[in-house]
């Protein structure tokens, strides 16, 4: 069974920094893309960053400059680097892989962001 653990989420300050993380199992991991999407309370899942097999990035134009996505082959993990958190950043992050025939969802994890 694929599963997507994600994990770094917790309680900031503006301003603070996060690193998530999300390891995969079970998975081709080379062959995903990898991304990165949160939801806030009353909103519809938005994408935040996703990296591509080849190491594209691309970001959602509120984190751009913020935000940094990497990801780890060796590992099967991919991350998401948060710079100057914003209490607008407040959600649940949530890790997605795609290979292009199937996507696979992580049960997400939380980050507040308190002003």
């Known amino acids: 069974q694929v599963q997507l653990v994600e994990s770094g989420g917790g309680l900031v300050q503006a301003g603070e920094s996060l690193r998530l993380s999300c390891a995969a199992s079970?998975?081709?991991?080379?062959?995903?893309?990898m991304g990165w999407y949160r939801q806030s309370p009353g909103k519809q899942r938005e994408l935040v960053a996703k990296i591509t097999t080849s190491g594209s990035m691309n970001y959602a134009d509120s984190v751009k400059g913020r935000f940094t996505i990497s990801r780890d082959n060796a590992k099967n993990t991919v991350y998401l680097q948060m710079n100057s958190l914003q209490p607008e950043d407040t959600a649940v992050y949530y890790c997605?892989?795609?290979?292009?025939?199937?996507?696979?969802w992580g049960k997400g994890t939380l980050v507040t962001v308190s002003s």
């Open positions: 079970r998975i081709i991991f080379r062959r995903n893309v």
């Open positions: 997605n892989a795609n290979d292009a025939y199937t996507e696979y």
